[in-house]
């Protein structure tokens, strides 16, 4: 299989997404803005798919004990660190999602627009922007840019 699907795949993974495809892509010498463009692209492809998930499937899967107990676990978690960015609501989303740290990333921005009921579309423009700016950092940290001299 092709290297940058491989790249595509990591992107979408939860708690690694593009914090983890950005460097793997750099480790394997690949091009690194085809890394960045199909690392944000599958950054960004997760969201209306999680919206999905959490409208029309999640709830069925729920009722299997586990799962609930996993969901109610996550959701704890995301909602205890965001709780400082509450008050911003769409621009707390966006900071919330480019910080580049496991648990911050497409898949609880998107998890918390459903639990707070954000709108939609400026929840997915707010999220992406945030996965745009992680990416960003990431690629910053990964490549060793020295920006502060």
């Known amino acids: 299989m092709d290297s940058y699907f491989y790249i595509f795949l990591i992107s979408m993974v939860p708690w ?34 999680v919206f999905f998930l959490l409208d029309y499937i999640f709830p069925i899967i729920r009722k299997i004990k586990i799962i609930d107990r996993l969901y109610l676990y996550w959701e704890s978690k995301v909602q205890k660190r ?7 609501e769409l621009i707390g989303l966006l900071i919330f999602v480019a910080i580049p740290l496991p648990g911050t990333g497409a898949y609880s921005g998107t998890l918390l627009s459903y639990l707070f009921g954000l709108d939609r579309k400026w929840s997915f423009v707010a999220i992406s922007l945030g996965v745009l700016i ?13 920006i502060i001299t």
């Open 134 to 146: 992680a990416g960003i950092v990431v690629s910053i940290i990964s490549l060793g840019i020295d």
């Open 16 to 49: 690694i997404e593009l914090r983890g495809s950005i460097p793997a892509g750099i480790l394997m010498d690949l091009d690194f803005t085809k890394v960045f463009l199909i690392s944000l692209l599958g950054g960004i492809l997760i969201i209306p798919f």
């Open 82 to 88: 965001y709780k400082k960015y509450t008050e911003w």
